[in-house]
């Protein structure tokens, strides 16, 4: 799954535009077969998100009792993803709430490159 699989309403968006369903009209309106998936940081825009029909929603920070209480709002209504403080010490605790996806951005930041490199040879002939 990668960033050109799908729209990603984030929060600055929805803080941008009049209402959640104006923003999602533009969205279908100049963006075909595309999946939606919309940022909500908290369980009332979860609701509200549920409640206009997404079908994929990410969960922005959400502590471990609000990824719970967001399982049990959702009731498999939709995707919920949870992100946002998730470490390989947490991730456990997070998958164990039920959520169906987990972004770990920990997985890839400060990430040290490896060193690598080759050396050839001149090589005389026998």
Known sequence: LGLFDQILIKENHIKSSKTMEDLIS???KYVK????????????????????????ILLDNFDIKSLKKAV?????????????NITLKNVRKIALTGVSR?????LTKNIKAIDLSMKIETFKSL
Do not use: P, T, W
């Open 26 to 28: 533009l969205a279908l």
């Open 102 to 106: 987990i972004s770990l951005g920990s």
């Open 33 to 56: 077969n595309k999946d939606l998936q919309i940022e909500v940081e908290n369980l009332d825009q979860l609701q509200k998100a549920i409640e206009i029909g997404f079908k994929n």
């Open 72 to 84: 049990l709002l959702n009731k498999k209504r939709a995707i919920l993803e949870a992100s946002g």
